[in-house]
């Protein structure tokens, strides 16, 4: 049946009750209504059915009308603009048929929000029994992109409010959505306020940091377990670890734990398969592994120390405190000792690893009139305070004596090379300290675009670069800084936003979808090359010393010579164009060169 395009009054028109989309934005919604009210009307019609009195016979609500199936932002709009009837297409359709439709019809928008987009997902599971699986490979996305999506969903209403609003970004959403149920994506949400201060700073650096903060918090690996991670009877509810749906093996949505690629060289996070993501499960199943070896040693005929009573006992490196000390310690005194004076032997159980350590109370050991000493110290305790001093007084003389010699070869260095121009081995050099030197946030799209899998192999590779390559490898450092965006109040792209103006680099296609307004408010105006661009793209040039006056454009030089061009090069350009200034290339110390026209 064609659709019929007709006229309708505002009046007549009901938004649907089966919309997925709830957040419209009002500064986009007042832009859209004062462009309706610019043209004066809808230039695309309204998608509405007729409210058939048959679908509606439960609806105490029911007016005679029409529902509105697409279009409910451009409705919303025009009613803002002061419309007063709108063309729309008229379409019968059933309820089952405008539920799929503006599903599938608001996953397709480029601004759906992620909370909005996984309701739909999880409608269409329930109400028209697909798998994640089926949606991933419908809508062309990946498993853990559907996953991750569904499980925004189990957000407390607390951080999914702060999601909505905006406060949040949906990557941190699900990070705190992962770590489990109210209680503990309400602590995970205080952790991150107070580490990082504020989440909506909009830098990458806050997002890998939050991750890096709840992997240790709320993950724990089942390596090194105390538990048997395959006992399916420890605790029944909970089943065997190897199989459970949150060892992040097996979820999709944990798949960036499943190796460590971006992770801080120096981090402790939990990565691979083997990797709980239920810290509260994997707590049950520690207690019940305590109490359970706790009854064996009991049954044994052991006193044992088990609980809060274990922790005032024990310290976290496993060493005894609170009146106790270990009988090995104590063992040829105790073999004095006869009958019913002999101390009371306790098992301790150290509730952080399991592992157990028998051990009597000093007090007990006084009683019995035996000795109470502590073992000995090692041997670098037992180091006396004056030797201690002697070593401390020996090591600052030589650290004073090797700061005085690194300071006089600085300044002897940078004497000489302030004399010289800049060699392949100094723009080496240069890189490779670059490089080391970048923040772990950043490291990540630089090695992807040059194919490396770690900074040392990015830097292996300086050795067979060309000067020009080398300083195209620091542009890209800078540049990789700002080439990630996380949070809709992301911080300028300075950097790639000054190369871009820099190199009139066109951004139409760019700035059409850009997320940034300052990326859109810089993009240049597409204009006649001048004498400067002109120089500008002539070749590879050498970057990154800046050069001026009328420069004629070069054949590149092969990589062996692809270097800053020399002083006198400079020279014999600026005499041609005057008296012009050039800065000599020893970058980085340029250099002004005044010389006079010929």
Same mark, same amino acid.
């Given at each position: 049946?064609?659709?019929?395009?007709?006229?309708?009054?505002?009046?007549?028109?009901?938004?649907?009750?089966?919309?997925?989309?709830?957040?419209?934005?009002?500064?986009?919604?007042?832009?859209?209504?004062?462009?309706?009210?610019?043209?004066?009307?809808?230039?695309?019609?309204?998608?509405?059915?007729?409210?058939?009195?048959? +679908?509606?016979?439960?609806?105490?609500?029911?007016?005679?009308?029409?529902?509105?199936?697409?279009?409910?932002?451009?409705?919303?709009?025009?009613?803002?603009?002061?419309?007063?009837?709108?063309?729309?297409?008229?379409?019968?359709?059933?309820?089952?048929?405008?539920?799929?439709?503006?599903?599938?019809?608001?996953?397709?928008?480029?601004?759906?929000?992620?909370?909005?987009?996984?309701?739909?997902?999880?409608?269409?599971?329930?109400?028209?029994?697909?798998?994640?699986?089926?949606?991933?490979?419908?809508?062309?996305?990946?498993?853990?992109?559907?996953?991750?999506?569904?499980?925004?969903?189990?957000?407390?209403?607390?951080?999914?409010?702060?999601?909505?609003?905006?406060?949040?970004?949906?990557?941190?959403?699900?990070?705190?959505?992962?770590?489990?149920?109210?209680?503990?994506?309400?602590?995970?949400?205080?952790?991150?306020?107070?580490?990082?201060?504020?989440?909506?700073?909009?830098?990458?650096?806050?997002?890998?940091?939050?991750?890096?903060?709840?992997?240790?918090?709320?993950?724990?690996?089942?390596?090194?377990?105390?538990?048997?991670?395959?006992?399916?009877?420890?605790?029944?509810?909970?089943?065997?670890?190897?199989?459970?749906?949150?060892?992040?093996?097996?979820?999709?949505?944990?798949?960036?734990?499943?190796?460590?690629?971006?992770?801080?060289?120096?981090?402790?996070?939990?990565?691979?398969?083997?990797?709980?993501?239920?810290?509260?499960?994997?707590?049950?199943?520690?207690?019940?592994?305590?109490?359970?070896?706790?009854?064996?040693?009991?049954?044994?005929?052991?006193?044992?120390?088990?609980?809060?009573?274990?922790?005032?006992?024990?310290?976290? &490196?496993?060493?005894?405190?609170?009146?106790?000390?270990?009988?090995?310690?104590?063992?040829?005194?105790?073999?004095?000792?006869?009958?019913?004076?002999?101390?009371?032997?306790?098992?301790?159980?150290?509730?952080?690893?399991?592992? $157990?350590?028998?051990?009597?109370?000093?007090?007990?050991?006084?009683?019995?009139?035996?000795?109470?000493?502590?073992?000995?110290?090692?041997?670098?305790?037992?180091?006396?305070?004056?030797?201690?001093?002697?070593?401390?007084?020996?090591?600052?003389?030589?650290?004073?004596?090797?700061?005085?010699?690194?300071?006089?070869?600085?300044?002897?260095?940078?004497?000489?090379?302030?004399?010289?121009?800049?060699?392949?081995?100094?723009?080496?050099?240069?890189?490779? &300290?670059?490089?080391?030197?970048?923040?772990?946030?950043?490291?990540?799209?630089?090695?992807?675009?040059?194919?490396?899998?770690?900074?040392?192999?990015?830097?292996?590779?300086?050795?067979?670069?060309?000067?020009?390559?080398?300083?195209?490898?620091?542009?890209?450092?800078?540049?990789?800084?700002?080439?990630?965006?996380?949070?809709?109040?992301?911080?300028?792209?300075? &950097?790639?936003?000054?190369?871009? $103006?820099? &190199?009139?680099?066109?951004?139409?296609?760019?700035?059409?979808?850009?997320?940034?307004?300052? +990326?859109?408010?810089?993009?240049?105006?597409?204009?006649?090359?001048?004498?400067?661009?002109?120089?500008?793209?002539?070749?590879?040039?050498?970057?990154?010393?800046?050069?001026?006056?009328?420069?004629?454009?070069?054949?590149?030089?092969?990589?062996?010579?692809?270097?800053?061009?020399?002083?006198?090069?400079?020279?014999?350009?600026?005499?041609?164009?005057?008296?012009?200034?050039?800065?000599?290339?020893?970058?980085?110390?340029?250099?002004?060169?005044?010389?006079?026209?010929?």
């Amino acid at each position: 049946m064609t659709d019929t395009i007709i006229t309708i009054g505002i009046a007549d028109l009901h938004e649907s009750p089966f919309n997925p989309r709830k957040n419209f934005v009002d500064t986009t919604l007042l832009e859209l209504a004062a462009d309706i009210r610019a043209h004066g009307r809808i230039l695309q019609p309204l998608l509405v059915r007729p409210r058939v009195p048959p +679908l509606f016979a439960g609806d105490a609500d029911a007016t005679v009308g029409h529902e509105i199936v697409f279009g409910h932002r451009r409705f919303r709009a025009a009613r803002l603009a002061g419309l007063v009837e709108v063309p729309v297409m008229v379409r019968h359709m059933t309820d089952e048929e405008v539920k799929r439709a503006q599903i599938s019809e608001n996953l397709q928008r480029e601004d759906v929000h992620p909370i909005e987009e996984a309701e739909g997902f999880q409608a269409l599971i329930d109400e028209h029994n697909m798998t994640a699986d089926l949606l991933a490979e419908q809508h062309g996305k990946s498993r853990s992109y559907v996953y991750g999506r569904l499980k925004l969903l189990a957000l407390c209403p607390e951080v999914r409010k702060a999601c909505l609003a905006g406060e949040i970004g949906s990557e941190v959403g699900l990070l705190i959505a992962r770590v489990g149920g109210t209680k503990l994506q309400q602590k995970a949400l205080s952790d991150i306020k107070g580490r990082n201060g504020d989440p909506t700073d909009g830098g990458k650096r806050s997002f890998r940091s939050i991750r890096d903060l709840l992997n240790e918090r709320f993950t724990l690996k089942l390596k090194g377990a105390m538990f048997d991670i395959e006992d399916e009877m420890l605790v029944p509810a909970a089943g065997h670890c190897v199989r459970c749906t949150k060892r992040s093996g097996n979820a999709p949505e944990f798949e960036d734990l499943l190796d460590d690629k971006g992770s801080h060289r120096w981090s402790h996070t939990n990565t691979g398969p083997d990797v709980c993501t239920d810290p509260d499960c994997f707590d049950s199943k520690k207690k019940a592994h305590l109490k359970r070896e706790a009854a064996k040693l009991q049954e044994a005929g052991k006193v044992v120390v088990e609980g809060t009573k274990a922790r005032q006992a024990i310290d976290a &490196y496993g060493k005894l405190k609170g009146g106790f000390i270990a009988v090995t310690a104590v063992r040829a005194e105790l073999k004095k000792v006869a009958g019913d004076k002999k101390p009371q032997v306790f098992t301790i159980q150290d509730q952080r690893t399991g592992q $157990t350590v028998e051990a009597v109370k000093v007090a007990d050991m006084q009683a019995a009139g035996m000795k109470s000493t502590a073992p000995a110290p090692s041997p670098q305790h037992a180091l006396d305070s004056e030797a201690r001093r002697r070593q401390a007084k020996e090591d600052e003389a030589n650290v004073k004596r090797e700061h005085e010699r690194r300071q006089g070869l600085f300044k002897r260095a940078l004497e000489v090379v302030q004399g010289r121009e800049r060699t392949e081995f100094d723009m080496r050099l240069i890189a490779r &300290y670059v490089v080391s030197q970048m923040d772990y946030d950043d490291d990540e799209t630089l090695l992807e675009a040059y194919g490396a899998s770690d900074r040392n192999e990015l830097t292996e590779r300086l050795a067979a670069m060309s000067a020009f390559e080398i300083g195209t490898l620091m542009l890209a450092v800078a540049m990789s800084v700002n080439a990630e965006c996380h949070y809709k109040n992301a911080a300028p792209a300075e &950097y790639l936003e000054a190369v871009a $103006t820099e &190199y009139r680099i066109a951004l139409d296609e760019l700035v059409e979808g850009a997320s940034t307004p300052a +990326l859109a408010a810089r993009a240049p105006e597409e204009s006649e090359p001048t004498g400067d661009d002109q120089v500008r793209d002539a070749g590879p040039g050498a970057w990154p010393f800046p050069r001026t006056g009328a420069e004629t454009k070069k054949p590149r030089k092969s990589k062996a010579k692809a270097t800053a061009p020399s002083a006198q090069e400079q020279k014999d350009e600026a005499g041609s164009a005057g008296a012009e200034p050039v800065l000599q290339a020893a970058w980085p110390f340029p250099r002004s060169i005044t010389t006079e026209a010929a």
